[in-house]
Nanobody, 125 residues
């Protein structure tokens, strides 16, 4: 299971740090990622990270503001979000890739088999 935490309400320009804890099993050998979904929108890729954390990728909309990281010893992945904008408002989900995925990290939600329940991030203007 994947459990997100750290969401909340923040003013524009503020920061939040999301965490994603794996419980019941480890995902330390899996590429993982963060996605988000705003009301009326499809779920979109935010950031991805390789199994050992050496490779990372970001959506253009968050590049330079968000940082993805992971601590496999703690079975936890993070998303540091700075300079938040109202358009960042969404439910944020963490995910672990399918065991059959071959690659560094995936940008398509179809490549992820394990999802958390989501955490709400609201950025006020």
């Amino acid at each position: 299971q994947l459990v997100e935490s750290g969401g909340g309400l923040v003013q524009a320009g503020g920061s939040l740090r999301l965490s994603c804890l794996a419980s019941g099993r480890t995902f330390s050998m899996y590429p993982m990622g963060w996605f988000r979904q705003a009301p009326g929108n499809e779920r979109e890729f935010v950031a991805g990270i390789s199994w050992n954390g050496s490779d990372k990728g970001y959506a253009d909309s968050v590049k330079g503001r968000f940082t993805i990281s992971r601590d496999n010893a703690k079975d936890t992945m993070y998303l540091e979000m700075n300079s938040l904008k109202p358009e960042d408002t969404a439910v944020y989900y963490c995910a672990a890739a399918r065991v059959t995925f071959v690659g560094i990290y995936a940008t398509s939600s179809d490549e992820y088999a394990h999802w958390g329940q989501g955490t709400q991030v609201t950025v006020s203007s």
